[in-house]
């Protein structure tokens, strides 16, 4: 495939609206694609104009099942006033394209597009390689929850995810819970507050303990420690009348040595002890609760990957990373535990999700080498033999690295 055909791929992912969902569309375009180069493939459609796609290639000469993974969604352009560059136009200047999505992550979704179709003509893969295609992965994972349980993962030996890494390679990343708070009171002209009691104060007494709620949390050992804030809060109507009703909500980052269930355990006995010394009534909602994820540095796979990368991407060093953020890895591991997953993806990291979102060219065109290089490699020297690590330089390692 021709550059200019593989940068028309990207262009028309990127003129596809799809800002908390529309995945259909999408989903639809893929399909025409594959449909026109003979990949076999299925749309998975839900909830109207949601939808999942899944395609499938190979000889199949060996067992082995390679994932590769990306979503079709983008988070929403809250102010379009504020773009220089029309943010579903695709806009190219020098070696940068613009749109939303451009890094988060449909340039990555091309990539695995065009690797599949390029792979699939040359039969070069000796096994299974899979791509999945999700909905939803910007707010609540529907798509790559519907994927689990019809047992898409179940069989996958390793899982690549397409997230915009800037060329390099993430090994591990922190789960992501959602939680709200909720806050009953009693409701009081203000002039006699004692006759009332403040839901909103009963949300500080909570906020004040969330301070130094997870102090005593463990360090993980690849991970580090647990991060939380409390990002929203909400309550009364009036300002002369004491509010019977207010509410918090707070983001943690759980790693496997504090994992999903000992948070929520933890925020709940907060809870309970504020229940029980005061007047203040407050119940624990949870919201959303992905996994963390973790793959040793020196995996086969991690290694794997780290080696194509480093062939790819010229222009840098590619070290190996982790990251706060969550991927629909954090769903797809609950029906394969002990899969190695890796996040290697394209230009720019830093500006997902933000205005004049964009990548760069010469990271989108290195990114489908790698993949390439990857799904030809795995499949030579067998996921689970050591030759795989033995023929890479040993990695560097880089500090967390924040994430959406």
Do not use: C
Request: glycine share 8%; net charge negative; aromatic share 6%.
């Amino acid at each position: 495939m021709r550059k200019d055909e593989q940068l028309q791929i990207l262009k028309d992912l990127i003129k596809i609206n799809t800002e908390n969902g529309n995945e259909l569309e999408t989903a639809e375009y893929i399909g025409g694609l594959f449909k026109l180069h003979h990949v076999p493939y299925r749309i998975d459609r839900f909830d109207g104009n949601r939808a999942n796609l899944v395609a499938e290639i190979g000889l199949k000469e060996t067992d082995e099942v390679l994932g590769i993974t990306g979503h079709q969604d983008t988070v929403n352009v809250s102010d379009q006033r504020a773009w220089t560059h029309e943010p579903f136009a695709a806009e190219v200047v020098g070696d940068k394209l613009y749109g939303r999505g451009a890094a988060d992550m449909k340039s990555g979704l091309a990539a695995q597009i065009i690797t599949l179709i390029e792979l699939h003509e040359q039969r070069a893969v000796k096994g299974t390689l899979r791509f999945i295609a999700t909905a939803g992965e910007e707010y609540g994972t529907p798509g790559a929850n519907r994927l689990l349980k019809q047992g898409v993962v179940d069989d996958l030996s390793a899982l690549l995810v397409g997230e915009a890494t800037d060329g390099q390679i993430v090994y591990a990343h922190s789960g992501s819970l959602n939680y709200r708070i909720k806050s009953y009171g009693q409701s009081a002209h203000s002039a006699r507050p004692t006759q009332g009691i403040n839901a909103i104060s009963g949300l500080l007494q909570f906020a004040a303990a969330e301070a130094t709620l997870f102090q005593q949390a463990p360090l993980d050992s690849i991970l580090g420690a647990v991060k939380h804030s409390i990002t929203v809060i909400g309550g009364g109507e009036q300002v002369n009348t004491i509010p019977d009703y207010a509410e918090l909500s707070g983001n943690v980052r759980p790693t496997q040595r504090f994992d999903n269930q000992q948070v929520i355990a933890l925020i709940r006995t907060a809870i309970a002890q504020i229940n029980q010394q005061t007047d203040y009534h407050l119940e624990f909602d949870l919201i959303h609760s992905f996994r963390p994820v973790e793959t040793t540095p020196d995996n086969p796979f991690v290694r794997l990957v780290q080696r194509a990368a480093a062939d790819a991407f010229v222009d840098r060093d590619v070290a190996l990373e982790i990251t706060n953020g969550a991927t629909d890895a954090s769903v797809f591991i609950k029906g394969n535990p002990t899969m190695p997953v890796v996040i290697l993806g394209p230009d720019e990291k830093a500006v997902s999700h933000q205005v004049d979102e964009y990548t760069t060219l010469s990271g989108f065109y290195q990114v489908i080498a790698a993949y390439e290089d990857v799904a030809v490699s795995y499949f030579k020297t067998g996921s689970r033999t050591e030759q795989l690590a033995a023929d890479v330089v040993s990695p560097q390692i880089r500090p967390a690295r924040q994430a959406g």
